[in-house]
Nanobody, 117 residues
């Protein structure tokens, strides 16, 4: 499985931005998809995830109500819609697929989101 995140960029505080994560392979729908982020000098942290069927999303408290995770299994693509962005949202954002059966996590290269104040 290969993942490619895209959509990052430089925005101003209060703006919105949408990230995409395109996956290869035929098993996308069986994996939980997650978004994580890593700010400069900090550890990678959980942002949101969504089950393979597209139900039961979970969010970090810091993004709840502002970010929305979704997926389109027909397109093998996941999304993260980010609204009301804050400077503290600045980070490299990574998408992940989790295969719970094989206990394998797949990671894509990140996409940088910079929010200016």
């Amino acid at each position: 499985v290969q993942l490619q995140a895209s959509g990052g960029g430089l925005v101003q505080a209060g703006d919105s931005l949408s990230l995409s994560c395109a996956a290869s392979g035929r098993s996308f729908r069986y994996y939980t998809m997650g978004w994580f982020r890593q700010a400069p000098g900090k550890e990678r942290e959980f942002v949101a995830d969504i089950s393979g069927s597209g139900g039961t999303p979970h969010y970090a408290d810091s993004v709840k109500g502002r970010f929305t995770i979704s997926r389109d299994n027909a397109k093998n693509t996941g999304y993260l819609r980010m609204s009301s962005l804050k400077p503290e949202d600045t980070a490299v954002y990574y998408c992940q697929l989790r295969d719970y059966i094989r206990a394998i996590d797949y990671w894509g290269k990140g996409t940088l989101v910079t929010v200016s104040s």
